[in-house]
T-cell receptor, first 114, second 112 residues
Framework: DADVTQTPRNRITKTGKRIMLECSQT?????MYWYRQDPGLGLRLIYY???????NKGEISDGYSVSRQAQAKFSLSLESAIPNQTALYFC?????????????FGPGTRLLVL | GDSVTQMEGPVTLSEEAFLTINCTYT??????LFWYVQYPGEGLQLLLK?????DKGSNKGFEATYRKETTSFHLEKGSVQVSDSAVYFC???????????FGIGTKLQVIP
């Protein structure tokens, strides 16, 4: 079984709808992240969480919210979806040891907002 | 703040050709450097890493050397295969900011 799972894998929604993307991990890591990937822009950080009680905004958090329900679960919500939120979304966890941080990614959720 | 620069591509090579994907960075302090690979339809996965100057990371025939004097971490492979077709991301981790900064990704296409 995959260590980092994301549901759904694909989603089509309409402008103005609220949607939630879910992420679960079995790696036992405290740190979790949400990124979006767009052509020509690479990966951009939306939100990150260093533990259940620690939630931080990334570089593009406007229009998004998150919930860390447990160490293993980190959900991303779009309160009112808009077309420019069409993108590929990745959840990741990380294992930080001193000056090293290796990230482990889920398979991604492809979101289309019409 | 920290930044990573790499070409977007696509880079198109014939099988068995030599590969170089350039990566340069800007960071305060002494970051750790990484290459991640994203195969079609999948998430990113760690390819190799280096944590201090002059370290060489290697995996699956790929290599990259941490060059502090030129702030570079170029990815190389002596003989690419069709199965190496993917998007390659250079990244750095700065202990000061406690976050990873990714480049935009370079798409590699290897043709038989």
């Amino acid at each position: 079984d995959a260590d980092v799972t994301q549901t759904p894998r694909n989603r089509i929604t309409k402008t103005g709808k609220r949607i939630m993307l879910e992420c679960s991990q079995t790696k036992g890591h405290d740190r979790m992240y949400w990124y979006r990937q767009d052509p020509g822009l690479g990966l951009r950080l939306i939100y990150y969480s260093f533990d259940v009680k620690d939630i931080n905004k990334g570089e593009i958090s406007d229009g998004y919210s998150v919930s860390r329900q447990a160490q293993a679960k980190f959900s991303l919500s779009l309160e009112s979806a808009i077309p420019n939120q069409t993108a590929l979304y990745f959840c990741a966890t990380s294992d930080t040891q001193g000056l090293q941080e290796t990230q482990y990614f889920g398979p991604g959720t492809r979101l289309l907002v019409l | 703040g920290d930044s990573v620069t790499q070409m977007e591509g696509p880079v198109t090579l014939s099988e068995e050709a030599f590969l170089t994907i350039n990566c340069t960075y800007t960071a305060t302090g002494y970051p750790s450097l990484f290459w991640y690979v994203q195969y079609p339809g999948e998430g990113l996965q760690l390819l190799l890493k280096a944590t201090k100057a002059d370290d060489k990371g290697s995996n699956k025939g790929f290599e990259a050397t941490y060059r502090k004097e030129t702030t570079s971490f170029h990815l190389e492979k002596g003989s690419v295969q069709v199965s190496d077709s993917a998007v390659y991301f250079c990244a750095l981790y700065s202990g000061g900011y406690q976050k990873v900064t990714f480049g935009i990704g370079t798409k590699l296409q290897v043709i038989p």
